[in-house]
Nanobody, 122 residues
Framework: QVQLVESEGGLVQAGGSLRFSCAASGRTFRGYAMGWFRQAPGKEREFQATISGSGGITRYADSVKGRFTISRDNAKNTVYLQMNSLKPEDTAVYYC???????????????WGQGTQVTVSS
C-alpha cells in the first residue's frame, strides 16, 4: 500500500511557475514509477508526465513538453512537477500517482493522491 500526499496548489498568473511535490509513504518508493495527471472541469483525466523508479526514464504529454519537468528524490520519497510558462488552459486538478512502469495511461497506476487545484489566470 502506498499513500500519496500532494502539496497545495494555488493561483498563478499566466506565464508564471509553480512546483508541486508529492510525498509517498512506505519504504519501496524506488520501486514505483510516478506519474502526474490532471483533470479540468468537464474533461477527462489526462496524462502529464511520468518518471521511472530510478528516474532514468521520463515521458511527457505533448502539451507540456518543454514547459513541465518531472523529477524525483528517492531519498525523500518525493516526486516533483515543475511547471513553467503556465497557461490558462493548464487550470485543472492535478494528481500524482504510483504504478509499476512509467505509462501514459491512468489505468496503469494503482495509487493516487487526493488532487490539488491549480488555477492559471489570464
Amino acid at each position: 500500500q502506498v499513500q500519496l500526499v500532494e502539496s497545495e496548489g494555488g493561483l498563478v498568473q499566466a506565464g508564471g511557475s509553480l512546483r508541486f511535490s508529492c510525498a509517498a509513504s512506505g519504504r519501496t518508493f524506488r520501486g514505483y514509477a510516478m506519474g502526474w495527471f490532471r483533470q479540468a472541469p468537464g474533461k477527462e483525466r489526462e496524462f502529464q508526465a511520468t518518471i521511472s523508479g530510478s528516474g532514468g526514464i521520463t515521458r511527457y504529454a505533448d502539451s507540456v513538453k518543454g514547459r513541465f519537468t518531472i523529477s524525483r528524490d528517492n531519498a525523500k520519497n518525493t516526486v516533483y512537477l515543475q511547471m513553467n510558462s503556465l497557461k490558462p488552459e493548464d487550470t485543472a486538478v492535478y494528481y500524482c500517482a504510483a504504478g509499476t512502469t512509467p505509462q501514459t495511461v491512468g489505468a496503469a497506476y494503482a495509487y493516487w493522491g487526493q488532487g490539488t487545484q491549480v488555477t492559471v489566470s489570464s
